[in-house]
């Protein structure tokens, strides 16, 4: 059995840019929270399936802070790198600004499938 080479960490993460939309968003002019964290775990994914080669499920989110809104008309960052490997698991950190200012962090956990 051929022992596949070792990946750096930073071959693997991912950067997912979105503008948010009126469709995003509740009546306050607010994006969801829920849309927040479902874009975090694409970026997520995003980094997982390009260190593994395969596909992956997110197994747990062990944090996620919201520290100030995201507005509608702003353009969302979302950035993740593979933290930890393990022989069935691994661990994807996720975290998402505005600007320079930081809006959510989340830390996440994906196994293949």
């Not at 960490?9 to 939309?21: E, I, K, Q, T």
């Not at 995003?24 to 927040?36: C, E, I, P």
């Amino acid at each position: 059995m051929q022992v596949p080479s070792p990946r750096k960490a930073a071959d693997s993460s991912s950067v997912l840019v979105r503008w948010m939309g009126l469709v995003d968003a509740n009546s306050a002019g607010y994006v969801h929270g829920g849309t927040v964290m479902k874009l975090c775990d694409e970026a997520a994914a995003t980094a997982a399936i390009r260190h593994s080669r395969m596909r992956v499920v997110t197994a747990a989110v062990d944090r996620m802070t919201f520290l100030a809104p995201v507005h509608v008309g702003e353009l969302l960052t979302l950035k993740s790198s593979v933290n930890a490997v393990w022989r069935t698991s691994m661990e994807v950190a996720s975290g998402s600004t505005r600007g320079t200012r930081s809006r959510a962090r989340s830390d996440t956990r994906t196994a293949p499938t």
